[in-house]
């Protein structure tokens, strides 16, 4: 890129290493930060910066938060009881923005997956299983539906269960509003044994 | 956003003003940084803020660089007598990239919109006219086949005809592997009246 100057090529590349960035909107990014007002540069930097100096993991459900403990972990209206299980911070965020769901969570930080090497040591289940000492009723295990979410959860299903505490697995099936014709041929399976009486 | 962490929070909303940065993709974007290395966002920091900081406009074509004169502008091999003048830096990239042409450019930082209400004397036109005095033995107007850029283009050539420089505009039709059947009436036209006899 010698057609640009060193530092506007070197801020393309920079940017072009984020993920979902390829090199035009780098491009498109480095001009329009070289645009932008000084103070609102230096505030992206600072708040980039700070969130990746101070943001670390809830020492209870092991989301990323900046405090020690994560909103959810803090507010004492949560049903400690119940705990929720996600694969990563991103899948809680989906679920408490419906606002319906008043337990607390644990986030895995990945699913198992032997494809790529992800065993069940690599993700934070050591941690839920210490959890599960103290007063909890119900695992609901909300781990995305693909194959490693599957497997995660199958995994953590067994490990549970000689606990006694009820384990759960969030429904799998036609999405609401799903035109049956578009949807794919296991999700169409998957939603015919998993009908309910009316 | 309060399932979020105030400084992860404010992450994504600082990385969601980025021009097709969409919630999504910020809140992405966001624990990509907050998981990487801390020397490597440092590094993008440093890399933002330095190219704010430094860059510039060349004082001779305008581009943007972080030199008193871009790269171009000071390479002795460069044809000095045909200036390219082109709406902004990228598209002057877009030529550079072909390698095959040997003058040097002229960046407007914008095109004639009489809508958005800029005028000639927004864009970086007088600065051409400046140049003009010199050797300057054709002016070469890649300004984009908008509205505005035909505008900025029928324009400019008025202003210059007088000087008795040679002005031409870099030619308008169906794109190299288009399919007739998709382009759009008023290309298939402009192809149509600027055809070029075999």
New interface residues.
Partial sequence: ????????S??IE??S????VGNK?A????????N?P?E??????D?????????RYCKQCWT????EL???CSNPKRDRTTIMVVE???D??AY??IGKYEGVYHVLHGAISPMLGVGPGDIKLKELMVRLQGDVREVIIATNSSLEGETTAMYISKLIKPTGIKVSRIASGVPVGGDLEYIDEVTLLRALEGRVEL
């Fill in positions: 890129m010698d057609y640009y100057s060193r530092q506007i070197e801020l920079e940017l290493k984020l993920p979902g909107s491009q498109r990014l480095a001009f329009y930060l070289i932008r000084m609102d540069v230096q505030k992206l930097s708040t980039i910066i700070g969130a990746r100096k101070n943001v990323l938060t900046d405090q994560c909103p959810i990563d911070t991103r809680l965020a408490e923005k």
